[in-house]
Structure formats: structure tokens, C-alpha cells
């Protein structure tokens, strides 16, 4: 489990394997929904497979504009009610997402290099499934506190354990 002491609670907590030396992997075929819904990015926190496209759809009856400060910074534009625009995400790493119309807007995309990413709910749980054997840096990262990372050692045993992990301000 995640603890955010520095949160409400502890979800929204994205846990990843950054990546695996040597593998790559498929995206997925169609694109992932990051909606713009009453002035807000949902969902809000957005974990994807390297080489994902993400949709940007604008749901709202009012213009918004999506950029990211990156680096490196790229910018969709300003766009029309119910008009949807495209960002493919071909670079690892934690990427804020802004309107530049309603500056409290923001959302967060994190590209993982593995298919191995999900997050924790509010009691801090999370599960990574079907994890080949191996050591790894588990990623731990949060909106409201420092990124961590944790040695992970995966073995042929169906359930792995670790230890609670505690993020910091
Ligand atoms: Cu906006």
C-alpha cells in the first residue's frame, strides 16, 4: 500500500514499472479518453502505455485550450464545444495538462514504458498483475508529494507483498 500523508487520502497514486530493459510494447489500437467535462480534465490523473494516443474531447459548450509546459511543451490549441483533439504520447515521463482559458484546470498524464501501471485506491491498495519474474524499480508517484522509488523483487509465487511505502512532502 501507498501512504499520503501529504492527501486527503491515498488514492490517486500512480505505481508503475518504468520500464523493462529490452521490452516493448504494444499500445493500445484506439485512443484513451482525457474528457474536458464543467470546467474540469477528467479524470484527472491518466497513467498510459508509452505510444498511447490520448483524446482530448471538449465536452463543455465553451472553448478550452490544452497545453503542456512539458518539456518538451506542446499545445493543441484553442478548441470548440464538442471537437475533440489528439496528443500522442511517444516520450516517458509525467506530463501536466492546462487550459490556458480556466487556469484551474489541470490534469496529469504519466507514460510508463510497461503495460505494469495503475492506481491506488483510498486506502493506498493497489495490485500490479501479471508481472513477468524479475527485479524492478517500482515508481511511485503523487500529485502532493515527492516521486519515490522502491526495489521490487518478482518471483515465480502467484502474490507478491511489499511493504507499506510511505511518500514524503
Ligand atoms: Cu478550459
Known amino acids: 500500500m501507498?501512504?499520503?500523508?501529504?492527501?486527503?487520502?491515498?488514492s490517486d497514486a500512480v505505481v508503475y514499472i518504468e520500464k523493462i530493459p529490452g521490452r516493448r510494447y504494444p499500445p493500445p489500437s484506439s485512443p484513451i479518453v482525457l474528457d474536458q467535462v464543467n470546467l474540469k480534465f477528467v479524470p484527472h490523473i491518466l497513467a498510459?502505455?508509452?505510444?498511447?494516443?490520448?483524446?482530448?474531447?471538449?465536452s463543455d459548450e465553451i472553448r478550452h485550450?490544452?497545453?503542456s509546459p512539458g518539456p518538451p511543451r506542446f499545445d493543441l490549441g484553442t478548441y470548440a464545444q464538442h471537437t475533440t483533439k489528439y496528443h500522442l504520447f511517444d516520450k516517458p515521463g509525467v506530463w501536466t495538462m492546462l487550459c490556458n482559458v480556466h487556469a484551474e484546470m489541470s490534469a496529469y498524464v504519466i507514460v510508463s514504458e510497461t503495460p505494469y501501471f495503475t492506481k491506488t485506491d483510498k486506502d493506498?491498495?493497489?495490485?500490479?498483475?501479471?508481472?513477468?519474474?524479475?527485479?524492478?524499480s517500482l515508481k511511485i508517484w503523487h500529485e502532493k508529494a515527492k516521486p519515490a522509488t522502491v526495489p521490487i523483487e518478482v518471483g515465480e509465487g502467484p502474490v507478491l507483498s511489499i511493504a507499506p511505502i510511505d511518500l514524503k512532502r
Do not use: C, E
Open 2 to 10: 501507498v501512504v499520503v500523508k501529504t492527501a486527503r487520502d491515498n
Open 48 to 58: 498510459v502505455l508509452i505510444g498511447t494516443t490520448v483524446a482530448f474531447p471538449n
Open 65 to 67: 485550450n490544452v497545453f
Open 124 to 136: 493506498g491498495k493497489f495490485v500490479l498483475k501479471n508481472v513477468p519474474p524479475g527485479k524492478y
